[in-house]
């Protein structure tokens, strides 16, 4: 006889569930439970980030505005892509953050953003590439260069988006990696201290790769490179057959010490035919004396070095002795040292020492002492023979420094008063943000006068943006002359430029600087940082371009008797030429 089964009825195990407890998992089995979907997540293939993309298309529209000095095609896009980058970054942040606290949008609101977004950007990317164009060529036309070829745009987007994409792929691969780290973390800590750690340990080993690597071998190659250029010696530069220059016969430097730069200072002397002709009576042989890193063990020795050398060509018996104070490499504009000897028919002697090998920017970021030791050094040496001689027998002491030059210039005395009283006269062209004397002038000149061309009342200080300002002074002659062109990325850069509005881009603007030029957070900054790169390479006037200024500047400090203003006008166009 079969049995009948009777069905239970249901929900008959409800209580049952209630009373026996599900098994417990092990925190191993639940880290590894969420860990693993988000182990999974696409973050270097991952699509962009709607307010990251807005705030990078922004950003990318901004930095085609125009800053101090025109840029290069390549140098426009790696600006733009940069500053792309730092939008997509700032606006990523952001979006994150508010669906931290808001939770994520609705799938119909993205969906109509990105709409908006693919439709405004390329319009707004082609307004602004059209307006880039219009205002880099304004720029050019204002500082006297060759309109750009109009192609020069495609390049520039091109390098552009190359360099977007490759920060960003950076970006990815970095927070992979801090996925990762939190990943193996999550084993002995909850998430959140794990995510921090993971974050922690990224940022060290980044910040150690680019320290560590990047940086030092970029410092290390630059070395090696401004090592094996010192070595060399420029075309048509030849031993000097004069025993009044340094390297020459009889000379106490020998030759092969003096560095490419010096090498081409002493080598670079007009010739007695054309201080003649220019000066229209017969002229003296100048004296140019210079010790290389190699001439003296020591800054003082080799300073002491200069002086024995300036008693043996009998650089004291001039009527004029300028002590130059180079830039990083040790160079020194031949226009600066050629004006001099121009004007005063010869009767000069010109001095300097080199303290490096590196350009001035490697050496101000690297090791910014040396300029200032070697500074005080040569300086103090020359000052102190000099004020053994009679009063009346003394001959007139200058000084000239240019760029970081100019810094260790400043911080060998000290003060204004310091600067003022060191000299028959102080040139300094183009001085850099960190100068001390420089600020404190600035910061205290006249009420109402502008800060490129400020007013400081009570000492012989002049300030020009324009070196023909200098042929119409009245009064007593100044003693220190600062020229400093408004379009000088190396006097106008400084790190406030990040935060805060400069005080040189509110009020009335100096003639060379655009109207059009704005600051924007961030932007400008970078903007003025790639005006670096090339501030050399403009006409003179503009940018880090003085050269035939330095005519001006001596004839306001230190003219010779009978000087005028016709021949500052002859002399600039003479070495113009």
Known sequence: MRRQVVAPPPGWLAPLRTRIPAPRRSSEQTSLAVVAPRSRRRIVLSGLSLTGAGFAALFYCLSFTPSLLPRAWFLQGVVAGITAAMGYALGATAGALVRRFRGPFRS???????????VAVPVLVAVFLWLGTRWQRDLRVRLGMPPAPEYDVARTVGISLLTFGMLLLIARLLRLATYGCAWLFRRIAPDPAAYCAGTLVVAVLAYGAFDGLLVANLFAMADRSAAVENSGTGNGVTVPSSALRSGGPQSLVPWDTLGRQGRAFVAGVPTGEELSKFAGRPAAEPIRVYAGLTSADTLQERAALVVREMERTGAFDRAVVAVVTPTGTGWVDNRVTRSLEYMYAGDSALVSMQYSYLPSFFAFMGNRSEVVDAADALIGAVRARWAQLPPGDRPRLLLFGESLGTYG??????TPEGLVDGADGALLLGPTFANPTHRLLTERRAPGSPIWDPTYPGLPVEFADDAAELRGLSGPRPKVVYLQNATDPVVWWSWDLLWQKPTWLTGKRAPDVTPDMH????????????DLVFSNKVPTGHGHSYKSATVDGWAAIAPPPGWTFADSVRLRALLDG
């Open 409 to 414: 210039m400043e911080k060998t005395f000290g």
């Open 519 to 530: 600051w924007y957070p961030g932007i400008t900054f970078w903007q003025i940082t790639c």
């Open 108 to 118: 119909r609101t993205t969906l109509i953003a990105w709409g908006l977004l693919a």
